[in-house]
């Protein structure tokens, strides 16, 4: 039997605050992001397309995002899409796709805010680079290389 894919990557700005709800399983936070596209038509102009994306975070990430992110902050996300249905208001039922977030990036954004996370060194990606086989020296720094040129 085939299984499927479903990933997301997106880099967009926060439309919005979080919102942050409490349960007792954890904090869940849900907020929009914008991403937006620029293409040229035949005559050279440039054409703008904005689409507007739901997010989800829980627990861990939802304090993240409710410690550190704000309207106009620049994320980088992966996820999956998730659709539900609710009932509104009103009492009919609607449907909403989102994107439950998995990994989150924090790319910059909104200088003037004063909460905004600010590493001070580049975060350490899960799967750091594979260590040498036993027996094969490191490769050597671009340093060394340059004086072991033989012109």
Same mark, same amino acid.
């Given at each position: 039997?085939?299984?499927?894919v479903?990933k997301? /990557?997106?880099?967009?700005?926060?439309?919005?605050?979080?919102?942050?709800?409490n349960?007792?399983?954890?904090?869940?936070?849900s907020?929009s992001?914008a991403?937006?596209e /620029?293409?040229?038509?035949?005559?050279?102009?440039?054409i703008?397309? #904005?689409e507007?994306h739901?997010?989800?975070?829980?627990r861990?990430?939802a304090? /993240?995002?409710?410690?550190?992110?704000?309207?106009?902050?620049?994320?980088?996300?992966?996820?999956?899409l998730?659709?539900r249905?609710?009932?509104?208001?009103?009492? #009919?039922k609607?449907?909403?796709?989102?994107?439950q977030?998995?990994n989150l990036?924090l790319?910059g954004?909104?200088?003037?805010g004063g909460?905004?996370y600010?590493?001070?060194?580049? *975060?350490?990606?899960?799967?750091?680079?594979? *260590?040498?086989?036993?027996?094969?020296?490191? *490769?050597? *720094?671009?340093?060394e290389?340059?004086?072991?040129?033989?012109?």
């Amino acid at each position: 039997m085939s299984r499927g894919v479903n990933k997301v /990557i997106l880099v967009g700005n926060l439309g919005k605050d979080p919102e942050v709800q409490n349960f007792e399983t954890g904090k869940k936070a849900s907020f929009s992001i914008a991403t937006t596209e /620029i293409q040229r038509d035949r005559e050279g102009n440039e054409i703008q397309h #904005t689409e507007w994306h739901n997010l989800v975070m829980w627990r861990g990430l939802a304090d /993240i995002a409710e410690n550190y992110l704000r309207k106009g902050s620049q994320v980088y996300v992966e996820g999956k899409l998730r659709s539900r249905s609710f009932d509104a208001k009103d009492g #009919t039922k609607r449907f909403i796709t989102e994107i439950q977030v998995d990994n989150l990036v924090l790319l910059g954004g909104r200088k003037e805010g004063g909460n905004e996370y600010q590493p001070s060194a580049p *975060a350490q990606s899960s799967n750091p680079a594979p *260590a040498p086989a036993p027996g094969i020296p490191p *490769a050597p *720094a671009a340093e060394e290389k340059e004086e072991d040129l033989p012109f």
